[in-house]
T-cell receptor
């Protein structure tokens, strides 16, 4: 079965400090991994994805994520947090394979609320 | 243009009403999706259209009826809904239904009274 875990419901970080939002996954076959951000009463915005290649992926707004196959993790990071980064962050995975594997389905984690304190 | 638009932004309907949600994209994407999101929860996939054909229906009740009139438009027809159907309904599109990222619209906030 495919699943995504975001172990922290809430992450607080001071402005200017580095931030990490954690994500681990379980999927059959190779994973395609995504991070999305959601601001209040808005849809989700795509931040970055890992498909193949370099394990360190750089995305929008200074965010990056590192794919770690042995730990089945895809943590989101940013070197210096901004107050405007405060939002709800979702990790998502889809398996590599045909429809019978659920490959058309994007499995979301439960979300992590990031608060950046001025 | 990387925008997915949804109308209306807000909708209040009674349990006997019939209404429709609309979604539009002009990015040339060939896959479109409907999601339901309850407060403080992740989006849940409802339907996937790939090349204008329904490819996934995640066991959604028949009171929700999707329609894809052309490659740019996606509708969700609503009839005889229940109060527990109140949620944010998100539309998304992607280049195709493989590993491409999905672009989400702002959603329609639906309240069923």
């Amino acid at each position: 079965a495919q699943s995504v875990a975001q172990p922290e419901d809430q992450v607080n970080v001071a402005e200017g400090n580095p931030l990490t939002v954690k994500c681990t996954y379980s999927v059959s076959g190779n994973p395609y991994l995504f991070w999305y951000v959601q601001y209040p009463n808005r849809g989700l915005q795509f931040l970055l994805k890992y498909i193949t290649g370099d394990n360190l992926v750089k995305g929008s707004y200074g965010f990056e994520a590192e794919f770690n196959k042995s730990q089945t993790s895809f943590h989101l990071k940013k070197p210096s947090a901004l107050v405007s980064d405060s939002a709800l962050y979702f990790c998502a995975v889809r398996p590599d394979g045909g429809p019978q594997t659920g490959a058309n389905n994007l499995f979301f984690g439960t979300g992590t609320r990031l608060t950046v304190i001025p | 243009d990387t925008e997915v638009t949804q109308t209306p932004k807000h909708l209040v309907m009674g349990m006997t009403n019939k209404k429709s949600l609309k979604c539009e994209q002009h990015m040339g994407h060939r896959a479109m999706y409907w999601y339901k999101q309850k407060a403080k929860k992740p989006p849940e996939l409802m339907f996937v259209y790939s090349y204008e054909k329904l490819s996934i229906n995640e066991s959604v009740p028949s009171r929700f009826s999707p329609e894809c009139p052309n490659s740019s438009l996606l509708n969700l027809h609503l009839h005889a809904l229940q109060p527990e159907d109140s949620a944010l309904y998100l539309c998304a599109s992607s280049q195709d239904d493989t590993y491409y990222e999905q672009y989400f619209g702002p959603g329609t906030r639906l309240t069923v009274t």
